[in-house]
């Protein structure tokens, strides 16, 4: 079974970056396409990022040219660096073996203004 860990969200000023981790257990991430996603309270979730099997790095429209995708073999883990952060990207964000349906319990972002 598939357990992800999301860690490294906080609070941090507009402008500012954080560096989310997500250690997989269960699944090899460099042979897996992960993603990132995010989610609100009561709000749609929304895909953030992807990187796959290959090593492609994708993004959404919302994120690209501030966020960066990547992975780490050894620690089997995928980062989502996030640079000049906005006051709408605070939620909680997830990641995902897009083959699977398990999910962490994410990490919450929150970007003062």
């Known amino acids: 079974q598939v357990q992800l860990v999301e860690s490294g969200g906080g609070l941090v000023q507009a402008g500012g970056s954080l560096r989310l981790s997500c ?35 994708i993004y959404g429209d919302s994120v690209k040219g501030r966020f960066t995708i990547s992975r780490e073999h050894a620690k089997n883990t995928v980062y989502l660096q996030m640079n000049s952060l906005k006051p709408e990207d605070t939620t909680v964000y997830y990641c995902k073996v897009l083959a699977t349906s398990s999910w962490g319990q994410g990490t919450p972002v929150a970007v003062s203004s």
């Not at 993603?35 to 090593?55: D, F, H, L, M, N």
Request: hydrophobic share 35%; glycine share 12%; no cysteine.
């Open 23 to 57: 250690i997989v257990s269960g699944a090899i991430v460099s042979r897996e396409t992960m993603y990132w996603y995010r989610q609100a309270p009561g709000k749609q979730r929304e895909w953030v990022a992807g990187i796959t099997a290959s090593g492609t790095p």
